[in-house]
Nanobody, 124 residues
């Protein structure tokens, strides 16, 4: 019955910023994270965070620009996106529940719970 609901997507100009939110109804998950998928491309892992904190992990393409964080009091996961580029345009998904047997966190099949997605469009 876990529910993940993304929000905050929209259209922004290149170089701008956007903050995505993921409201979750079940607590707690071992890991939470974000994936994205652009038309004609495979789904890719963007970032993930352990429930108790620690060091977040990011895809090379977003390092230094994106920041993943979590507010347990508000049951919300965030993805702060700065210096956005047109190639960041995609449907962004909130994910939770990383398989402990997973070899790669960035593999979609490693995650149990998925939100419906929120669209991000970055214009040139």
């Amino acid at each position: 019955q876990a529910q993940l609901v993304e929000s905050g997507g929209g259209s922004v100009q290149a170089g701008g910023s956007l903050r995505l939110s993921c409201a979750y109804s079940a607590y707690s998950y071992n890991y939470m994270g974000w994936f994205r998928q652009a038309p004609g491309k495979e789904r890719e892992g963007v970032a993930r965070l352990y429930w108790s904190g620690g060091i977040p992990v990011y895809a090379d393409s977003v390092k230094g620009r994106f920041t993943i964080s979590k507010d347990n009091a508000k049951n919300t996961l965030f993805l702060q996106m700065n210096s956005l580029k047109p190639e960041d345009s995609a449907m962004y998904f909130c994910v939770a529940g990383l398989s402990r047997s997973a070899t790669y966190w960035s593999a979609p099949e490693s995650w149990r719970y998925w939100g419906q997605g929120t669209q991000v469009t970055v214009s040139s």
